[in-house]
């Protein structure tokens, strides 16, 4: 066992594949994440998004936040948490919800995985085990951190079915968000068919300790399509296109906000259709149902698609050139869509006849001088990219 | 030559007010009643080789907006953010700090892993009330029994400021003024190791205890300085706390000014109800357009003000102003670094604050020998060794020690401290630190050992309260000294205050010398280029 006080020497924890990805990160280009060391590209963003569009990629999912919910009580405590119903998650079923503090501001966004009648999964980007255990006062649930316990892969790609298949694993018949129990060197392994690229994809969940023959074995079977590793940078791409938002990015964490105008509920953030008002109490209801009542929002997180082919990260969006209307939030040049699209905050009442005559503010930095653009901009459906081979069951062989 | 101004006190608040009226244009000079400048921010050779930091011994609270404005840059000043810090446990085991997020979420998390993702929400709740009371600092405060335009206009900008919060941060910044810090950590931790080095910030320089109500806000004093833009940060000034009063010091020099060492004031002249200037101890009257005092309320007002100028009413308000001693201070030349045995070896958190009261019970007892009229038997100490960083004050190798400790009271039961008393607390702590650094006591070359007595008689802190009056919420704001009188303007006309003893309080802040000043200028109706206090965005 290492002297757990020595984590001052390696602040930036390394996930259980780091000898594979570290082999593989060729410009040893890295950044930190939830105190992690992630890749945030192995060499070539673009091969590795093209990967993630064309054939199969592997993301290396450890550092995201992982919580386990059990007890008599969790389904019920997890429905006073969460916006969606829990009730309705069958065992073996993935959904993606939100959870808000009592003035029905979103807290994070995340996937809840119902492994057992009382046992579940939260997968989530912030931390939030004091918020989560004071909860859960008054419920038969235990509530425990096992970011470290678990091992997890995002394989992901048109191939990355027969990859898997390959792979030893037929997840053929497996639909979206539902999991399989699949067993590696007689070890139970745990394939969800989720993701976080709007592609086909699958998650993988293994003991840490099997980590590095996971990834040789994956790698292996995923040759013939030239599965490749890819870093946060094109993971970033591709989620764009497919409309996901990120805590911290394009929102902020009702908890982490000292600005009090910077918090935002479901409906501002377009995820409002997750509420089941139906179920009863959950954090945040009351504030939300005034919010719904009185048509109070502020806000409106929209898809934009913006003229031109420059791409308008943080850029401010007016209202007829002279009002501000809001603030861009992540933007990009879709390689696939060949569309300069972008995700933004705009004032809600910019919705509607005004949104038709909105433009974009954009600082292009080009040899030392800025191009400064203003460039119209129009409200459009997300997710920008959705593909049938996402949802197909069984997917197609491409 | 008649001055435009004389201080009386050369310690950063009074070299802070005389260097902006010197480039305003005024005639001014400092007077020290000692052979060296700097007050409570001081730095003295007291073992050969060796600069202490005789009485404050870091700093963040120092506005930035001074420096600027005054070039101490320029004149030699430099602040060095330091890292990490650690509380030793009795089991022989210690809690960390470090600059690293990470590392320090880790660090939190071998005590509690709640307490570890608590720690997140714990900093976003001060900052919020540290961003609410930042720009309050460098305001002259209203005086809300007057209702002159510019004390109503103040008021109502206050009153925006609070109603532009959420309700729910209204309710919370209410409680949290009011509560003592032990109530407000229980909020947020469960560790009491966490919150025994948490704690801390709420009772230095207090005569309260950690569960007294009113120690919240202490903290936040402790946490609304910045270094460089990183609030809640602390620092060394490279060279000693000296250096800030030494940069002052050539500042105002620069500008035209003056400062007298081993010139103490006895008395201030008042002429027909005005203060024409001040009669030193060695009988030589200087006069001036207006006097100055960076001593404290109590001092000045007590001391060297004939009462029978006074107002009996403000008399009597100054005198129950609580100035009331907690604290004292060891100063020590080390012949090299000593070894804390918990501590591995390498780890950074020697460049930082260390601590030996792993509870808030156990704070909370020390205050209980201050309350009967002793000091701590089982003392909290705020240990720092400076030269972990700074390479200037000693000999390579070599160190100096601060160690700030809590509590000791103005008298020993009732009666002044004797030398006696004074080496026996110096014992109890130097005892501290040798349970947790065996072999530390070998090590010392030189220790001066400093009680609220030595505090008074050497810098003049009345009762050796190092605020210059405690910072409890009765004394704040447009209370501080006493109401009435918050706008540096003492009852006497041409007689002003500038001390710790004003808003908004102790620390190496220089706001009160800088809030001073401009009031001076406004009345004397020059203009002059002062930085207001940097928004907060």
Not at chain 1, 149 to 164: E, F, H, R, Y
Not at chain 1, 349 to 360: A, F, I, R, T
Not at chain 2, 225 to 230: P, Q, T
Request: neutral net charge; proline residues 6%; contains cysteine.
């Amino acid at each position: 066992m290492r002297d757990k006080r020595l984590h001052y020497k390696t602040p930036l924890l390394q996930t259980p594949f780091h000898p594979r990805t570290s082999a593989a990160n060729l410009h040893g280009h890295w950044a930190a994440w939830a105190g992690y060391q992630g890749a945030t590209d192995f060499g070539d963003t673009e091969m590795e998004y093209t990967a993630v569009r064309n054939a199969v990629s592997v993301y290396d999912l450890c550092p995201m936040v992982k919580y386990e919910i059990s007890g008599t009580q969790a389904q019920d405590y997890l429905d006073r948490l969460l916006v969606r119903s829990v009730a309705r998650l069958p065992v073996g079923a993935v959904h993606y919800t939100v959870w808000c503090d009592d003035n029905g501001k979103v807290m994070d966004d995340g996937t809840l995985f119902r492994l057992g009648e009382t046992e579940f999964l939260l997968c989530c980007q912030e931390r939030h085990l004091p918020w989560l255990l004071d909860s859960a006062i008054g419920y038969d649930v235990a509530v425990r951190e096992v970011t470290e316990d678990i091992a997890a892969l995002s394989l992901q790609g048109p191939c990355s079915a027969q990859t898997l298949k390959a792979a030893g694993w037929d997840v053929s018949t497996l639909k979206p968000f539902r999991i399989a129990e699949v067993s590696f060197q007689d070890k139970p392994l745990r394939i969800s068919r989720t993701g976080f690229t709007g592609d086909l994809g699958y998650e993988i969940w293994a003991d840490p300790r099997q980590a590095l023959a996971l990834w040789d074995h994956l790698m292996q079977a995923g040759a013939p399509w030239g599965i490749r590793p890819i870093g946060s940078d094109a993971l970033d791409m591709v989620r764009i296109e497919a409309g996901f938002l990120i805590a911290g990015a394009d929102f902020v964490p009702a908890e982490q906000a000292l600005r009090p105008d910077r918090v935002r509920s479901p409906f501002e953030l377009g995820l409002d259709w997750l509420i089941d008002w139906e179920k009863g109490h959950f954090n945040g209801r009351r504030a939300l149902l005034a919010e719904r009542e009185s048509g109070a929002s502020e806000w409106a997180l929209v898809g934009l698609d913006i003229a031109g082919n420059v791409s308008a990260e943080g850029a401010i969006l007016y209202h007829g050139k002279e009002r501000e209307a809001g603030v861009v939030t992540a933007a990009l040049w879709s390689p696939t869509l060949k569309r300069n699209i972008a995700l933004a905050q705009l004032r809600r009442s910019y919705l509607g006849p005004k949104s038709e005559d909105l433009w974009v503010e954009i600082y292009a930095m080009r040899e030392l001088n800025y191009v400064k653009l203003m460039v119209p901009a129009r409200v459009t459906q997300r997710p920008f990219f959705s593909p049938a081979r996402r949802r197909a069951t069984p997917p197609e062989d491409f | 030559m008649v001055l435009d101004a004389l201080i009386i006190g050369a310690g950063h608040n009074g070299l802070v007010t005389a260097s902006y009226l010197a480039r305003a244009g005024m005639k001014v000079a400092v007077l020290e009643k000692n052979d060296w400048i700097g007050g409570a921010a001081v730095s003295r050779e007291l073992y050969p080789g060796f600069t202490y930091s005789n009485c404050s011994y870091v700093s963040s609270l120092f506005r930035p907006e001074i420096m600027r404005d005054l070039e101490l840059s320029r004149y030699g000043l430099q602040i060095l953010p330091y890292e990490g810090g650690a509380v030793f446990t009795r089991d022989g085991g210690y809690l960390g700090m470090f600059r690293d997020h990470d590392a320090n979420r880790r660090e939190f998390a071998r005590f509690s892993a709640r307490d570890a993702e608590a720690y997140d929400r714990y900093s976003r709740d001060v900052m919020q009330h540290c961003r609410f009371i930042r720009p309050l600092l460098m305001r002259t405060p209203p005086d809300p029994a007057r209702f002159r335009p510019r004390d109503l206009a103040e008021l109502a900008w206050i009153g925006r400021k609070v109603m532009d919060l959420p309700e729910a941060q209204i309710a919370g910044m209410i409680r949290f003024w009011t509560m003592s810090i032990s109530d407000f950590l229980d909020e947020y931790f469960e560790n009491p190791v966490i919150k025994g080095y948490l704690a801390v910030s709420a009772i230095i320089g207090t005569a309260l205890g950690p569960m007294s109500p009113g120690s919240a806000y202490v903290l936040l004093h402790h946490y609304m300085g910045d270094v460089d833009g990183n609030v809640g940060a602390w620092g060394f000034a490279r060279g000693g706390m000296g250096a800030i009063t030494r940069a002052l010091t050539r500042s105002l020099e620069a500008a035209g000014g003056e400062v007298r060492t081993g010139k103490a004031v006895k008395r201030v002249l008042v002429r027909q109800g005005r203060a024409i200037g001040v009669e030193t101890e060695d009988g030589e009257q200087i006069h001036a357009a207006r006097v100055i005092s960076n001593m404290d309320a109590k001092r000045t007002f007590l001391r060297h003000v004939d009462e029978a100028e006074l107002p009996a009413q403000f008399v009597r308000q100054v005198r129950r102003f609580k100035t009331r001693g907690s604290s004292g201070k060891l100063n020590i030349a080390l012949d090299a670094a000593p070894k804390f045995t918990a501590l591995p070896e390498g780890a950074p958190n020697l460049r930082g604050d260390l601590h030996f009261t792993d509870s808030v019970e156990r704070m909370e007892r020390a205050y209980d020998d201050w309350k009967s009229g002793h000091f701590s038997r089982d003392p909290f100490q705020d240990v720092m060794i400076p030269t972990m960083i700074d390479p200037t004050m000693t000999p390579p190798g070599k160190h100096f020690m601060s160690c700030f400790v809590q509590y000791a009271p103005p008298k020993i039961a009732g009666k002044d401290w004797t030398d006696a008393d004074r080496d026996a607390f110096g014992a109890t702590c130097i005892d501290q630190i040798e349970t947790y650094a065996p072999g530390f006591k070998s090590l010392i070359l030189h220790a001066e050992i400093r009680t609220p007595r030595e505090l008074e008689a050497e810098v003049g802190l009345t009762e050796g309260n190092i605020f210059q009056g405690e910072l409890t919420f009765d004394q704040l704001l447009f209370n501080r000294p006493v109401p009435g009188y918050a706008q540096y303007r003492a009852p006497i006309r041409d007689l002003w205050i500038s001390g710790s003893s004003t808003h908004p309080g102790g620390g190496v802040m220089g706001a009160p010398g800088r809030n001073a000043a401009a009031e001076i200028l406004r009345d004397a109706r020059i203009g002059h280029q002062m930085s207001d206090a940097y928004a907060v965005i």
